[in-house]
DNA sequence: AGATACTTGCTGAATGATCATTCAGAATAT
DNA sequence: ATATTCTGAATGATCATTCAGCAAGTATCT
């Protein structure tokens, strides 16, 4: 929907999107001709995202995301020069947000290397990462990523560091508890399940967030027996 | 690579591919003009898995999968009707596949139930299954189910039947052994891994085979002690 | 304050490239 | 001769990209 005011002299004075697609930064920032280069952009990303999870990847036209941002045809390429460049700039925001995420989730969990593990894993089922959306174009990136390089890079470095995290908390785990397997291949097959979970919440059988995080608990539970109850950390 | 022969009248009589793309079904059948039909659908279905692996499911064209067929632009439209048919058809061979071998392992495994999971797990990282080549196609569709219910219906129907199996196999373990958790979840963490590590072996980071297998692994040897080790399942 | 020129953000019609689909007719088999 | 399988040029649809021009904002001058 447009609106169109006119002033007393009878010229277009103003032209800008009302209702709900207002998905910039914060909230002072200006609308309209007037916001910023990185509104701008942050908005035709998050139109971005949301054409991956409404159409898939191979259906998001630049025409779609336009009218998403409530923008004319022609924006994309203004902000971005290309689509491909759009595309990778969504990646970026989203795999940034993503190590953001469960980076700070770990920054704010306990001391104990067992309330780590817990506050990562829950992590990744939180409602501000976890959601249909930004499953569906996590998703949509993978299905290229094989034939792309650059996607391939982009994930890849939010897995990297992910998993690398993981062994270390495998490792310090072991350590302390006495088990007895490796830390790699252990880390390997938890950060392997997680995303698994994902693919199932995407596809949209059953699995319902509950369920599997649930199902996430039970695993590292069953693993960590001495450090973890499915209620949570047990106190060292 | 294309071969022309000539007869002695001199009008063009054989005009088939040589080289390496014969991947159709049984090495009795007939090439060239001579194809069965069913013959040239399969050849057809293993270009399209091809050129999924190649150039990603955007950038598949019919073009592509004819050109990798060694057969001509119009081929597919004449024997699928359209692109959509080929690609359900392609899926639908690949599902069958998948369900196919997983069952077949269960049949020739073991009697006992911890053979048998043994079985299932080693049936996704065999060499038949376990390929770059397919497994960058069944991504492909992944990425694009969440928008295409008749894909999300095939990627559906591959996962039920093999989680309700695995969901079995692991209420059957606790009924022998006494783990106290249940069954549900476990089998869904189990079968989210396998799908994780397949992913994880798309994208192509340090993961092979091997590694992803070792992974496997090491999950149900823990969460089952008393049926698993890593050397295979234990005589009941 | 008002007028003027200049900058920046944006628009949307036009362009050209890519690609699925069609189909008339050629090649081959029966 | 007739039916079947296949070809490849033509067609039309879709879509990314371009760009001339308009509108809003800002600086400078009177």
Redesign the interface.
Known sequence: MTVVLKNPKGKVTVKMRAGGAEQGSGDGEKRGRKASKETRRQQLIEATIDSL???????TTLADVADGAGLSRGIVNFHFESKENLLVATLQFMSEEYGDHWNSALEKAGPSVASRLWAIVHADFDRKICTKRKL?AW??????????PTY?AL??AR??KYQETVIALCADLKAEGGYD??PE??A??L???????W??L????G?TRE??L??????V???FPRHLTLQGPKPQ
Do not use: H, N
């Not at 999870?53 to 259906?59: I, L, M, T, V």
């Open positions: 999870a409404k159409r898939g990847y191979s259906d569906a998703c949509a990136f993978w299905g290229e990523a094989k034939s792309r391939q994930c890849g897995d990297v397997y490796e291949p252990m390997l097959s950060c392997a399940m997680l995303e698994g979970l693919l199932r995407m596809m949209g059988d699995t369920k599997a649930e199902a996430a608990i039970a695993f539970v069953v693993v």
